[in-house]
């Protein structure tokens, strides 16, 4: 194996992945497996996590076929005793935790002035709250072994203003935050905090929102890659985010969003275009 492989490898490397059942977080679950971490997801939903578990270690390479590298626990980062479940059951499972990915995550869409407190405080609940409560519980550990590493998985909506989802924009502005100071306060006990900030991916989240819209069709047209990114292309900013290549990166949130943030004002990017406009 090179030198240039290896600093992307996780053999030995046992991860815990929040939301790691569908979407992005089970591509990033999936992408860590195959770099050769084991991995254990987490979801709500116990079905999910099964049907999860069972299509990941099908398409898991470079692991022993009769020793699974992913396995399922059921997960809710609202609650601090099941975050405690999750973490102790990593270690009996598989030895030890290196990695915490925290993809849990929840939406609302609704104009701002019907907004009411009880679903802001609802979204901050998962999305903050529920991120601090996982970073504790992996951080006690990590801060034991003086080593771990954190991914959150802020948005792109970190850096832009998306209407009518106030909520979910103003969390993972928090998520940013968390981030940073995590970073800054933790790094003393050997543990990196970083984010990924996906740009507009249609997940089981978003997807009616964005998928034959006027708002993904404006997305498009500012994106200058033309066109929404996929769950799986999040996998390897988290590999690399997990793994020795990124020793010395911390507090650090890479956007993953083919170019939106860059764009500013300029042509149009979308794939209906005219030849003359762009």
Known sequence: MSVQTRIFDLTDKVALVTGGASGIGLAIAGGLANHGARVLIGSRSVDKVEGAVAQLNQQTHGHDPGDP????????VTSDTSVQRAVR???????SLHILVNSAGIIIRKPTFDLTAQQFNEVHETNVTGTLRCCQAAGHLFREQHGGCMINIASIASFVDLIEVTAYTAAKNAVLSLTRS????????GIRTNAIAPGFVPTDLNRSMIENTDRGRRILEKTPMGRFGVSDEMAGAAVFLASPASNFVNGHTLVVDGGYLASGIGDSFAPWASSSDV
Do not use: P, R
């Open 69 to 76: 590298a992913i396995a399922g626990v059921q997960l809710d």
């Open 89 to 95: 059951k990593a270690v009996d499972l598989f030895g």
């Open 182 to 189: 995590l970073a800054n306060e933790w790094a003393k006990y």
